[in-house]
């Protein structure tokens, strides 16, 4: 085992995702949207890879053994750093110790690299010739782009439009590395012209991308469909943060107390959260576990727990999880990613069963937290994972006030390089937030399909 990297050690075995395996209530499973029967693994076949199919079904096995082409792709920048936060805890004179897992090491900049390296690999091994996917703020296709072209598959990304107008460069990276990126909503699909045709003018929406990209892998010989985040296969894959952020700790003889992430599908919190929330079920350890969400885009403290479909066509298959509707668009004022209207249907299940809890904040504040961090720990961190800043300084500063020495281990998901469109309006001044109305959000969730449990 590579274990030069300060001591840490790369895992040789994915952890059953936030410890699935452990879990007394299992999270519902996927339904068909037609007959609303649990979907089958042939029913998903023409649109998801077969190994990663039979990962997104598999509930039981606590551990997978990670192919060596994938351990050998990690190598390059696993394990991440887990640091301590000196000069942060110093600035906030907090008794507290802070520890983060940085998982922006890497060309792509975020965690999402984890998981795309892991889906090409078994996209490759099936023969396929290609993927497609969609992009929101340009994180999960970036790193599919470079995972693609490692293995040698093309690459077709849907990306929301208004981030492709807003993040030229994170465009060319993606074409760097060989992709086709095309603007969402596009004349390309027939669910493309349909939405356009509804909403002219419209700047575009994940659940938009996700259904062009469905379409265009299932009309295409030799291609499928592959997500970054939300489903049970993508918390797996990226159970190697958990598992290496335990180990690290272990050898430390360090036990957190807290665990904070930020979450958008609840990817890199599942991730984090693993081997954790696995001690937890088995009733061997307690943590804190809290998921921070943008007030923006509220999926999990004011959204439903009940199955909502995962893309605006209506073509994927239904979820269970927390979800503000399918049909929200969160406000274009909103700066800072984690814009999904749904949620990991494992870490819906964990909330509403009460082993984490979640918290939004608003973009303003967190913007604060990131230019907080990035002065005193010399680190720019990405939009999304200063969500997890903010809630970590807050806790942190609690302490303060009581005099507890608590341990407070936060996911930095990634950097913001591509994110200074947003930075600029927060120095600008020119920052503001925006908090959907229950209105609003009681619209959107009136679309929910009715489905008999
Ligand atoms: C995509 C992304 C997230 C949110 O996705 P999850 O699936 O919830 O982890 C957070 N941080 C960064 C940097 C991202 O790219």
Not at 54 to 78: G, V
Request: hydrophobic fraction near 35%; aromatic fraction near 10%.
């Amino acid at each position: 085992m590579n274990c030069s990297k300060g001591g840490l050690a790369r895992p040789r075995r994915f952890f059953g995702n936030a410890a699935l395996p452990d879990m007394k209530n299992k999270p519902a499973p996927l339904l068909n949207p037609a007959t609303h029967k649990p979907m089958t693994a042939e029913e998903l076949a023409p649109v998801f890879c077969d190994e990663l199919i039979a990962q997104e079904l598999n509930t039981t096995d606590a551990y997978i053994d990670i192919p060596e082409e994938i351990q050998d792709f990690y190598k390059m920048y696993r394990p991440s750093p887990l640091i301590r936060a000196y000069f942060l805890e110093k600035a906030l004179d907090t008794p507290a110790k802070i520890y983060y897992k940085f998982e922006g090491n890497n060309t792509s900049g975020s965690h999402k690299l984890n998981s795309a390296i892991a889906q090409a690999y078994y996209a490759k091994k099936q023969g396929l010739k290609g993927v497609t996917t969609e992009t929101g703020a340009g994180q999960w296709g970036t790193a599919l782009s470079m995972a693609c072209s490692y293995f040698g598959l093309d690459c077709k990304v849907y990306m929301v439009k208004v981030s492709y107008e807003q993040k030229p460069f994170r465009r060319e990276v993606m074409r760097t590395y060989g992709a086709q990126v095309t603007p969402s909503p596009s004349m390309t699909t027939e669910i493309g012209k349909k939405i356009l045709a509804e909403h002219p003018g419209t700047t575009g929406s994940l659940g938009c991308a996700i259904s062009e990209a469905v379409e265009v892998a299932t009309s295409t010989e030799g291609y499928r469909y592959v997500l970054g985040s939300v489903l049970n296969q993508v918390l797996l894959h990226q159970s190697v943060i958990g598992l290496e952020t335990k180990t690290a700790l272990d050898k430390l003889g360090v036990k957190p107390d807290i665990i904070i992430g930020c979450a958008g599908g609840g990817s890199n919190l599942g991730g984090l959260i693993a081997p954790f929330m696995g001690e937890k079920l088995r009733g061997e350890a307690d943590y804190r576990i809290i998921a921070v969400e943008p007030a923006s885009c509220p999926s999990f403290t004011r959204g439903k727990f009940a199955y909502d479909f995962c893309d605006t066509g209506m073509v994927c298959p239904l979820a269970k999880m927390y979800t503000l509707g399918s049909g929200f668009i969160p406000s274009a004022n909103h700066a800072g990613g984690l814009r999904y209207h749904g949620m990991s249907s494992t870490l819906s299940q964990l909330y509403h069963d009460g082993l984490m809890e979640a918290t939004s904040v608003e973009q303003t504040s967190v913007f604060e937290a990131a230019e907080q961090f990035a002065r005193v720990e010399g680190i720019l961190p990405a939009p999304e994972s200063s969500h997890a800043i903010r809630v970590a300084i807050d806790e942190a500063l609690k302490c303060k006030e009581t005099g507890e020495e608590k341990t407070i281990v936060f996911g930095l998901t990634g950097t913001g390089y591509f994110d200074m469109v947003a930075y600029e309006k927060f120095n600008d001044g020119k920052m503001t937030d925006y908090i959907p109305t229950d209105e609003e959000l009681a619209k959107s969730l009136a679309g929910l399909p009715v489905v008999e449990e």
